[in-house]
């Protein structure tokens, strides 16, 4: 049971770059999050996804973007990334929107 | 939206203490309450959680957690702690919203 993979594990890439982190569950849960992990922070909600199609805005959702076509797939893409979006990066899911949520291993983005 | 706080960023303990981690939220309605583990390298993993029901919530590793709503507080305890359990340790609440996660306490027991 391969729960949530995310992928790259590791990422260095330039200011203004385009990057797309991966997300994919196979418990078939209708909600994906995607969040940001920083110091002092804790986690914080970028992005999350109710369904196929159905995509939110979280408390931080600037500069990324996210696409759900498939239910077991939810990428990540920073358009033009910045210094500022280093960061790891989890995605969770979870089967209902209020319910405990399941995460990824991360992924450790370095914008240089 | 809910807010969390957990009051102390760096716990230092020497093995078989005892721990108590502190998590304050603001919210007036009706939360679910979790905490979680983070181990070095690793990624976040459920330890508890209270729905509803028994305010005292027993969790994976011996942990438990008490909620009492009149203080809006959900601490973590552990009555010994082993140097396996050095860690970061997440609070986290939701509300009507989102899950909103504490800043996180990092613990270190020393062997």
């Known amino acids: 049971d391969a729960g949530i993979t995310q992928s790259p594990r590791y990422k260095i890439t330039e200011t203004g770059r385009q990057v797309t982190l991966m997300c994919h569950q196979t418990?078939?849960?209708?909600?994906m999050f995607w969040y940001r992990q920083d110091l002092g922070h804790g986690l914080r909600l970028i992005y999350y996804s109710a369904a196929a199609d159905i995509t939110d805005k979280g408390e931080v959702p600037d500069g990324y973007v996210v696409s759900r076509s498939k239910t077991e797939n939810f990428p990540l893409t920073l358009e033009s990334a910045t210094r500022s979006q280093t960061s790891v990066y989890f995605c969770?899911?979870?089967?209902?929107?209020?319910?405990?949520?399941?995460f990824g291993p991360g992924t450790r983005l370095t914008v240089l | 939206a809910q807010s969390v706080s957990q009051h102390n960023h760096h716990v230092i303990l020497s093995e078989a203490a005892s721990l108590e981690l502190g998590c304050n939220y603001s919210?007036?309605?009706?939360?679910?309450l979790f905490w979680y583990v983070q181990y070095p390298g690793q990624h976040l993993q459920l330890l508890l959680k209270?729905?509803?029901?028994?305010?005292l919530v027993k969790g994976i590793k011996g942990f438990e957690a008490e909620f009492i709503k009149s203080k809006f507080s959900f601490n973590l305890r552990k009555p010994s702690v082993q140097w396996s359990d050095t860690a970061e340790y997440f609070c986290a609440v939701q509300g009507n919203n989102d899950m909103r996660f504490g800043a996180g306490t990092r613990l270190t027991v020393k062997p």
């Open positions: 919210y007036g309605g009706t939360v679910n």
């Open positions: 969770a899911s979870s089967e209902l929107r209020l319910d405990t949520q399941y």
């Open positions: 209270y729905f509803s029901g028994d305010p």
């Open positions: 418990w078939s849960h209708s909600y």
